[in-house]
């Protein structure tokens, strides 16, 4: 039987996964349709990208399940979607004049089916991970320099690392981006960085 707190957690999290405009339920269903079609999505690599795609969701649902937080980005206002393009088109072409000698996608762009599939890819990965390492220290965080932080930010570049095989100077690039999406999280909102993610990921996929 739940209890009353195991009820209080279960209704945190559903309402943190089905939003007024219901971005969650749009971006789960994404993440599961990539899943089951994974062969066709990613080719050879549709085993390394379903490991990916369900550690993302069993990650994100255990950050919304452990805090009880009803992350902004599942309830998106206008403004904060502006927020989202904002950053993704800036981050974009101050990262589009870097040499693609020092990006750090390897097995993270796989061998995609078509553009629209390498879109879609590039924006399941920033959203899964801002949800995962970003966005609890939104709440809970002091600063982008405290200890959680800095930790949550070192997670994330061992995470490319140890699953998508990232070298150790794009794990130092990640880090250092981690900390400044944590900033425009905690400034702007989770969107924010969700849109510094995605133009990132764009540039460092190859997409653009």
Sequence with gaps: ML????????????????????????IVLITLYMYVQASFVFGEFAEIAKG???????????????????????????????????????????????????????????????????????????FWEEVI???????????????????SNLLFGAFHFGIMGVTFWGVIILVVLGIAWTFMARRWGLMSAVGSHFGYNMWALGLI
């Excluded at 209704?11 to 219901?22: A, S």
């Design 3 to 26: 209890t009353q707190s195991d009820m209080g957690i279960v209704k945190n999290m559903i309402g943190g996964l089905f939003g007024k405009m219901g971005l969650g339920v749009i």
């Design 52 to 126: 990916i795609m369900l550690t993302y969701i069993v990650l994100g649902i255990t950050v919304l399940t452990i805090t009880g937080a009803r992350l902004r980005i599942f309830s998106a206002s206008p403004a904060e979607f502006i927020w989202f393009t904002a950053g993704m088109i800036i981050t974009f072409i101050l990262v589009s004049i870097l040499p693609k000698s020092i990006g750090t996608a390897t097995l993270a762009s796989f061998e995609l089916q078509g553009i629209g599939f390498g879109f879609l890819w590039a924006f399941v990965k920033s």
């Design 133 to 151: 390492f970003r966005g609890a220290l939104v709440n809970i965080s002091t600063g982008i320099f405290a200890p959680l932080a800095i930790g």
